[in-house]
């Protein structure tokens, strides 16, 4: 069975076509959380978990997945993982090993088109796609690795320092503080409808955050049609990620 989180698609695009490629199945972790899953048999065999990574680490649905004991007690004999970032995964696959209580058998980065357009402007359309065509052909690689119960880490010291510096800060910027929707908003109710874990709700025709919920995902700013959601007024001029506009 593969376990995925996705914000803007990137995560669930590269579960989807591992579990195709390996014959299994795979499950979003936020539906299991909100009770939207029906029954998914997936290979027993084999445990895949494939998320982005948020500075240097884990989001934090996955390490509370991840730590559950019904998940860490019931793992396939072997357990691999896929990181989807914007440049490096650093040592989050570290950090999943922790929530498990045990050592990856297979663990890689797999650099995909950024969506932390809250922190910079993310990349033009040509390259995000130019970016997803070469992730595209390193995942048929990654599920012939599965197949074939490749063991290998990616994470060195380099990573190991990159996610000690940077993880704590994803507690502090996880805020939904600067999140508001401007007077572009159609109270279409889109946002409130994407949100993976139910972090939003339509309050008299507008969006309000509920902090504690969000994992910072970024869906709702990325994929507003009206492109209404800011955080901050810096994002006011940044373009928007979705590998669901680029397709
Ligand atoms: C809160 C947050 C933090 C991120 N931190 C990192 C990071 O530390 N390193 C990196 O390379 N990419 C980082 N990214 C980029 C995402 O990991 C990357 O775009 C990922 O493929 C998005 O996956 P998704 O589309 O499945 O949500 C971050 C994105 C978000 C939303
Ligand atoms: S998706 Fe955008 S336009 Fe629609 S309700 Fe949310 S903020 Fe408003
Ligand atoms: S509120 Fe926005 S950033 Fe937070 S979890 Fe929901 S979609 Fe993601």
């Given at each position: 069975m593969i376990?995925?989180?996705?914000?803007t698609g990137n995560?669930?695009?590269a579960?989807e076509k591992?579990?195709?490629?390996?014959g299994d199945r795979c499950?979003?972790?936020a539906?299991?959380?909100?009770?939207?899953v029906?029954s998914v048999?997936?290979?027993n065999?084999?445990?895949g978990f494939?998320?982005?990574?948020?500075?240097?680490?884990?989001?934090?649905?996955?390490k509370?997945?991840?730590?559950?004991?019904e998940?860490?007690?019931?793992?396939?004999p072997?357990?691999?993982?896929?990181?989807t970032?914007g440049?490096m995964s650093a040592?989050?696959?570290?950090r999943l090993?922790?929530?498990?209580?045990r050592?990856?058998?297979?663990s890689?980065?797999?650099k995909?088109p950024d969506?932390?357009?809250i922190?910079y402007?993310p990349?033009?359309k040509?390259?995000?796609l130019?970016?997803?065509?070469?992730?595209?052909g390193?995942?048929?690689g990654?599920?012939?690795r599965?197949?074939r119960?490749e063991t290998h880490?990616?994470?060195g010291?380099k990573?190991?320092?990159?996610?000690?510096?940077?993880?704590?800060f994803?507690?502090?910027?996880r805020?939904?503080?600067f999140?508001g929707a401007?007077d572009?908003?159609?109270?279409?109710?889109?946002c409130?409808?994407i949100?993976?874990v139910?972090?939003?709700?339509m309050?008299?025709?507008?969006?309000e955050w509920?902090k504690?919920?969000?994992?910072?995902c970024t869906?709702?700013?990325?994929?507003?049609?009206?492109?209404?959601i800011q955080?901050?007024?810096l994002?006011k001029n940044?373009?928007r990620y979705?590998?669901?506009?680029l397709?």
């Amino acid at each position: 069975m593969i376990y995925y989180f996705s914000g803007t698609g990137n995560s669930k695009y590269a579960a989807e076509k591992i579990a195709r490629l390996t014959g299994d199945r795979c499950v979003n972790i936020a539906a299991i959380y909100k009770g939207t899953v029906g029954s998914v048999v997936g290979r027993n065999d084999v445990t895949g978990f494939v998320f982005p990574v948020y500075y240097g680490g884990l989001p934090e649905i996955v390490k509370r997945f991840a730590s559950h004991p019904e998940i860490k007690n019931n793992l396939a004999p072997y357990v691999f993982a896929v990181i989807t970032c914007g440049a490096m995964s650093a040592a989050a696959d570290l950090r999943l090993e922790q929530a498990l209580g045990r050592q990856l058998d297979l663990s890689i980065s797999l650099k995909m088109p950024d969506n932390y357009i809250i922190a910079y402007n993310p990349s033009s359309k040509e390259e995000a796609l130019q970016t997803l065509k070469n992730a595209d052909g390193k995942l048929t690689g990654i599920a012939d690795r599965v197949l074939r119960r490749e063991t290998h880490r990616e994470t060195g010291a380099k990573g190991k320092i990159a996610t000690a510096f940077m993880y704590p800060f994803y507690n502090i910027f996880r805020t939904t503080f600067f999140f508001g929707a401007d007077d572009n908003c159609s109270s279409c109710g889109l946002c409130e409808k994407i949100c993976p874990v139910d972090a939003i709700k339509m309050i008299r025709g507008r969006p309000e955050w509920i902090k504690n919920k969000c994992q910072h995902c970024t869906a709702c700013i990325n994929t507003c049609p009206r492109d209404a959601i800011q955080f901050t007024p810096l994002t006011k001029n940044r373009d928007r990620y979705s590998i669901f506009k680029l397709k």
